[in-house]
């Protein structure tokens, strides 16, 4: 079974780092598959790393209405 989106764009805007903490900031652009549904946003991922440098976490932070929009039609 194949993904849903297609990614059409992905251009990282900027990269910030402290401690043991990482962001990415970005633009990503989707096509839903099989649908004339599409969605561009800007979003951040925020990664958190161990000693190890190793991630242990990663956060999500985005514009989550086009998602559902482009999900639902």
Same mark, same amino acid.
Request: aromatic content about 6%; charged content about 20%; some cysteine.
């Given at each position: ?6 990614? &059409?764009?992905?251009? *990282?805007?900027?990269? /910030? +780092?402290?401690?043991? #903490?990482? +962001?990415?900031?970005?633009? $990503?652009?989707? @096509?839903?598959?099989? &649908?004339?549904?599409?969605?561009? @946003?800007?979003? *951040?991922?925020?990664? &958190?790393?161990? @000693? +190890? !440098?190793?991630?242990?976490? /990663?956060?999500?932070?985005? !514009?989550?209405? #086009?998602? $559902? +929009?482009?999900? #639902?039609?």
């Amino acid at each position: 079974m194949g993904s849903l989106l297609q990614v &059409t764009e992905l251009r *990282i805007l900027s990269l /910030m +780092a402290g401690g043991n #903490q990482v +962001a990415v900031e970005f633009v $990503i652009a989707c @096509d839903v598959r099989g &649908t004339d549904r599409r969605y561009r @946003d800007e979003e *951040i991922h925020l990664w &958190t790393l161990n @000693d +190890a !440098g190793k991630v242990v976490r /990663m956060r999500h932070y985005a !514009g989550h209405g #086009q998602h $559902i +929009a482009a999900a #639902q039609g």
